[in-house]
């Protein structure tokens, strides 16, 4: 079974400065995706970023990039220049390569302070 | 290009009342899922279905059922509803060969 685990339930950060958010996860695939998805408070859930498990650079996305550690099962979210409008639920997802069935991390609050 | 469509986005029920959640997607896909979000959960998935006419359970499928009839809808249904269905429901879709979900802005049900 797949698990994934986001350890920090709430974290915050002053506008313009960098924030890391933790993802671990467990699974005996080699093949797989890891992303990333920002809920605000509309509850709509936004893809922020993606990951294939095979490529071994991380994935950058404007002002997002990842920290990909296959062998650690790790996948961090870098939020670079920090914006109000980052303030949101950000949670980390697995899906198995060529299956299409999401596992969830319990989510991490973002504050951000002006 | 509506993308995923959830009906309604609020409702209230009484413990035991019947209802059904509509989720209608214009995209082709021929995945759909339901999930439902707790907090300190995160999503966890109902039922999911990989075809018109095919559904399967998913981690919590209990006191739930669904039907997909037309490959554009899936229908999520609670035949006696409790208190512990109170909960956020989203629906998603996505092509069965690439990853990646589009999902609909979420029901909020409450069951009192």
Not at chain 2, 11 to 16: A, E, I, N, S
């Amino acid at each position: 079974a797949q698990t994934v685990t986001q350890s920090q339930p709430e974290m915050s950060v002053q506008e313009a400065e960098t924030v890391t958010l933790s993802c671990t996860y467990d699974t005996s695939e080699s093949d797989y995706y890891l992303f990333w998805y920002k809920q605000p408070p509309s509850r709509q859930m936004i893809l922020v970023i993606r990951q294939e498990a095979y490529k071994q650079q991380n994935a950058t996305e404007n002002r997002f990039s990842v920290n990909f550690q296959k062998a650690a099962k790790s996948f961090s979210l870098k939020i670079s220049d920090s914006q109000l409008g980052d303030a949101a639920m950000y949670f980390c997802a697995f899906a198995r390569y060529n299956f299409n069935k999401f596992y969830f991390g319990s989510g991490t609050k973002l504050n951000v302070k002006p | 290009n509506a993308g995923v469509t959830q009906t309604p986005k609020f409702r209230v029920l009484k413990t035991g009342q019947s209802m059904t959640l509509l989720c209608a997607q214009d995209m082709n896909h021929e995945y759909m899922y339901w999930y439902r979000q707790d907090p300190g959960m995160g999503l966890r998935l109902i039922h999911y279905s990989v075809g018109e006419g095919t559904t399967a359970k998913g981690e919590v499928p209990d006191g739930y059922n669904v039907s997909r009839l037309k490959k554009q809808n899936f229908l999520l249904g609670l035949e006696s509803a409790a208190p512990s269905q109170t909960s956020v429901y989203f629906c998603a879709s996505s092509y069965g060969d690439r990853p990646g979900y589009t999902f609909g802005s979420g029901t909020r049900l409450t069951v009192v």
